[in-house]
């Protein structure tokens, strides 16, 4: 096979880890519009809560109600969404919960299952970030490749996907160290 820095690994995903990657890319790509909503909702409240004082009709569990409980019910919806779009992937994904292994070198990444196999070159990567808890391998702008780095299991093989990743993917990468 190819000369140079390699690295195995092994990795079936579990839905604590899938979550999390969703409603990380759902701030990443949504947090204006979840910030704009939110701070609209708790706006809208406000100046409720002026009128009413204005026309001398104040309540204050209308005033708690309209500032406080509709900006975090809409937090709420938010976050339930995530959480329910994911419950729904990875039930009915059954690529998402099965046993892959991948191979990291110089040239680019090998990834098989039980039923299928591919080589990819770092080049066509449009993105990789770095979390504390995985890899994000971006293909394009929406759709993403998750390694929990657990499953690299040391600190030292973390590194060695670091240095491949900085080493082929430069600028695009978003690493932590």
Not at 134 to 154: D, Q, V, Y
Request: charged share 20%.
């Amino acid at each position: 096979m190819e000369a140079g820095p390699r690295l195995e690994v092994d990795c079936q995903l579990q839905f604590s880890e899938f979550y999390h990657a969703l409603r990380w890319d759902a701030w990443r790509r949504f947090w204006w519009l979840y910030c704009t909503l939110i701070i609209g909702a708790f706006g809208f409240g406000m100046v409720h809560v002026f009128h009413s004082i204005s026309v001398s009709s104040f309540n204050a569990f209308e005033a708690i109600l309209y500032t406080v409980g509709f900006p975090a019910l809409l937090g709420g919806v938010f976050y339930y969404s995530v959480y329910r779009f994911a419950q729904q992937q990875f039930r009915t994904g059954s690529g998402f919960r099965e046993q892959r292994h991948y191979i990291f070198f110089e040239e680019g990444v090998e990834t098989s299952t039980s039923v299928s196999s591919g080589r990819s070159a770092w080049t066509l990567l449009y993105k990789v970030f770095e979390t504390r808890e995985s890899f994000f391998f971006f293909g394009s702008m929406a759709s993403f490749t998750i390694l929990p780095k657990r499953t690299l299991e040391t600190e030292d093989r973390v590194q060695l996907l670091r240095n491949l990743i900085r080493q082929n993917v430069g600028a695009k990468a978003k690493l932590l160290k």
